[in-house]
């Protein structure tokens, strides 16, 4: 579900607005989803393994590249290769049963960011391995409420928040308004901290296993999957990044999700005015984590 939130005193022009960057995001889910047999996505991975290199949308181009940089500067820990390990577990959720060794294997084998090949000159891409299945999951909605408030923006209309199912862009704020106030839940509840998140001309998103998990054999799994194992995340942490573009903050939610502590602290140092939060619950209490500059954003 997006969201999209306009302060306006033309409430008819607002409307408009936001008819139009919903329209936008409903051509946009075309081109990236790979839920619709149809998408450019899926075209694209129809590909995989034949040699050719494939013409894309710009959209489909600017956003691979940008993940393909995300997965080489997270040591593989965020892949968008991921597609293969993505569909068994999807249907380990609707099963009820563990993908077995030699599917995890198999799916494996698939996964990889250096298996796509980019032309910027002629804006081709090319698969290398048969099978390959893209996953734009971890970064897409970020990158999706980034392009809606850019287009809001540049349409007159500054002061809009986009929520695209909690990947958030916060923009400006008017005169006597001290930001967008934002809730963070505690890991695997839907309650919320004690105190909000204040933010202006920034993104942020949460990642966790409070609505999307499977319990099997004793184990609650995540949704989020580490490329490098194949299995799902079993921990419980509740990772939040506040990044200067949204797209930044959803794929970083997911690689700190699977990074030690120390390693998603000195990722986040990468980032000029990115800040990451990581709660865990440790002996059934929640233990935060924080970047140095994290404080700063809580509504006092």
């Not at 181009?61 to 993940?67: N, W």
């Not at 194992?229 to 509740?238: D, V």
């Not at 000029?272 to 809580?298: C, D, H, M, N």
Request: glycine share 8%; aromatic share 8%; charged share 20%.
């Amino acid at each position: 579900v997006f969201n999209i939130i306009v302060y306006s005193t033309d409430s008819l022009s607002a409307g408009e607005a936001a008819a139009h960057c919903y329209r936008m995001i409903d051509t946009l889910n075309e081109i990236y989803s790979d839920y619709l047999p149809a998408s450019e996505l899926n075209r694209l991975c129809a590909r995989s393994g034949s040699k050719d290199w494939v013409n894309v949308s710009a959209p489909l181009f600017d956003i691979l590249q940008v993940a393909y940089h995300a997965s080489e500067i997270s040591g593989g820990r965020f892949d968008v290769t991921i597609g293969p390990l993505v569909r068994l577990w999807r249907r380990a959720r609707k099963d009820r049963i563990l993908p077995n060794k030699d599917s995890l294997r198999a799916a494996k084998r698939l996964v990889g960011y250096r298996k796509i090949q980019f032309d910027t000159i002629r804006r081709t891409i090319r698969l290398t391995k048969t099978g390959m299945q893209l996953d734009l999951g971890g970064i897409a909605q970020g990158e999706t409420a980034q392009r809606v408030y850019e287009r809001l923006q540049a349409m007159g209309f500054p002061f809009s928040l986009v929520d695209a199912a909690g990947d958030i862009v916060a923009g400006g704020t008017p005169a006597g308004i001290d930001g967008w106030h934002v809730g963070v839940n505690m890991p695997q509840s839907e309650s919320l901290m004690n105190r909000q998140l204040c933010l202006s001309n920034k993104a942020v998103t949460t990642s966790g296993d409070m609505y999307q998990y499977v319990e099997l054999a004793g184990k609650r799994y995540s949704h989020i999957i580490n490329p490098r194992t194949g299995y799902a995340l079993t921990q419980s942490r509740n990772v939040t990044v506040i990044a200067g573009k949204g797209v930044d903050a959803d794929w970083l939610t997911k690689a700190c999700s699977m990074l030690p502590v120390s390693s998603a602290l000195r990722l986040i140092k990468k980032f000029p005015s990115t800040e990451v939060q990581i709660a865990l619950l440790e002996s059934g209490k929640p233990t935060f984590y924080r970047s140095s500059g994290f404080e700063s954003y809580f509504k006092n």
